[in-house]
Every structure is written in structure tokens, then in C-alpha cells.
């Protein structure tokens, strides 16, 4: 049978034998209901979750006048870039809170968190932000991307218990608030991204990357997709707790539930 494989921004054809199983994404297995995607019903869902967090006080809360911010974004590798994609939504639901408890925009920074992959380029970023947010923040010079193989911009936090070694991005370790704006979302080769994956693979140097994403880590029996105690998601969760003991205050998550067209099912924050 002839198939065709999602690969870049466009598909990649292969011929493979006819009894070969197929799981197609969202239609072999249908994906959960997605919320109302229209701005309002996004906004208002993605305000609750911010102002009601999962074991820590709300964002609003946490900011106050002369703090200093920086948001941790996801690369354009998943997430999706819609009008209305988590990205986009979450970040305004924040900048309102921010700005509503004190905080001043020349006190924000933008951090994206791409690890090992390409540096995010200024088009990317215009579509993972959309015009206004990016016309706000880039002539400014508040957006920036993560180099995970600069040194002079990480603080070297040692090592977890187990050894591996914590190197975090500079700007995010100084700031009052950082805050990730994540996703959860299937995909074929590695379970979910989200959770403490974000932090410990997208702001870290490339030394603590390799302590998880190697063969002795990714082939191990253990290393179920959808597992979430496999020895790899063991490292994220280690590196990130390690991380925010060193910096003394937890990240704020904003994390979405996406489907297989990136549309938010559920939006959780703490």
C-alpha cells in the first residue's frame, strides 16, 4: 500500500506492505471534544484556569509592580499558529493579569524554548505571536530565542540526585515570574510534549539535554509513548524541580490539552 507521511509542510510518500497497521492521528482513535474555538470562549476558559492554579497562588498574585517577567514559549515545531491557538490566547490572558497587578511592559521578556532545534527565526515568531503581539514586544527587543550551546547566557546549577547536569537559560533563572506557556499533545514518536519536558528540554544547555535524549534513555523498555514514569520523563521532572529549587519559586504553568489540529480540549494552570 502506498502511503503519504506528514513531513515538514508537506508529505512524504512510501510504499509499504499491504497488512502494515495504520493508526492515523485523530480519526483511528477520535480525538476528545475541543472547546468553542472563538476568541471569547478561549480567552474567558484560558482566565479561569490562570486565576484558579493547580497548587499555587494565581498569577495575579505573584506579580506586583517591579517584577520582571519572562514567558517561556514553545517553538513552532507543534502548537499550532491560528488566531486562536493556545500561544496566542494564553499569552494575552496573562499580559492582562500581569499588567492589572502592576507589572510594566519593559519588565517582559520573550523566551522561546527551542532546546536543540533551529533557533526560532523572526517569521516564526510573527506566526506563533500573531501581528500585534509581535509588533508589540520584538522592535523593543523583548523576544528572543533560547542557544542552548551559549554558555555565557546559562547558570550552572549543578547536577540532580542522579547526576545529571542543570544548566538553565540566564534570563529565565533571574526573572521574578517565569511563566510557560505549554501544550500537551500526542505525537507519534515521543508520547506528549508538556509538563516538565518544556523546561528541561527547550531552556537548558545541551549537556543536560544529552542526559535524556539519548538511545541509553529513548530505547529502553520503559520507554512507553504515553508512560509518564519512564526513566526519561523521571529525568524532565528531576531536572525541573531541580530548577526551581535552585531558583527558589515554582514556573507558573499554562498548559493546554491540544487535539490533533492543535484546537484546546482542556487548559490547565499552576
Known amino acids: 500500500m502506498k502511503l503519504d507521511f506528514e513531513y515538514g509542510h508537506g508529505l512524504m510518500s512510501a510504499n509499504l506492505p499491504d497488512n502494515t497497521d495504520v493508526f492515523i492521528p485523530g480519526t483511528t482513535v477520535p480525538d476528545p471534544e475541543c472547546l468553542p474555538q472563538d476568541w471569547d470562549s478561549l480567552y474567558n476558559a484560558t482566565l479561569e484556569s490562570i486565576r484558579n492554579p493547580m497548587g499555587m497562588p494565581p498569577l495575579k498574585e505573584l506579580a506586583a509592580p517591579g517584577k520582571t517577567v519572562v514567558f517561556v514559549i514553545p517553538d513552532i515545531v507543534k502548537g499550532g499558529c491560528q488566531p486562536t491557538s493556545h500561544r496566542k490566547v494564553s499569552i494575552r490572558a496573562c499580559l492582562d493579569e500581569l499588567y492589572a497587578a502592576g507589572v510594566e511592559k519593559k519588565d517582559i521578556l520573550f523566551m522561546f524554548s527551542n532546546g536543540l532545534h533551529p533557533r526560532a527565526t523572526v517569521s516564526e515568531m510573527k506566526q506563533i505571536l500573531g501581528e500585534e503581539l509581535f509588533n508589540e514586544f520584538y522592535w523593543t527587543n523583548q ?99 531541580h530548577m526551581e529549587e ?12 491540544l487535539d490533533t489540529y492543535s484546537r484546546q480540549i482542556a487548559i490547565f494552570s499552576g
Open 143 to 241: 523576544i528572543t530565542s533560547h542557544d542552548s550551546e551559549d554558555y555565557e547566557h546559562m547558570v550552572d546549577l549543578g547536577t540532580t540526585k542522579r547526576g545529571d547536569p542543570v544548566l538553565m537559560n540566564k534570563y529565565v533563572f533571574d526573572c521574578d515570574i517565569p511563566i510557560l506557556i505549554g501544550h500537551t499533545q500526542g505525537n507519534p514518536y515521543g508520547g506528549y510534549s508538556g509538563g516538565y519536558k518544556h523546561c528541561a528540554t527547550g531552556i537548558t544547555h545541551w549537556r543536560s539535554i544529552a542526559s535524556h535524549h539519548v538511545p541509553k534513555v529513548m530505547h529502553r523498555d520503559d520507554f512507553t509513548p504515553v508512560s509518564g514514569h519512564s526513566l526519561m520523563r523521571t529525568k524532565f521532572d528531576e531536572i525541573g524541580m
Open 246 to 257: 535552585k531558583m527558589g519559586h515554582p514556573f507558573f504553568c499554562c498548559d493546554a490539552v
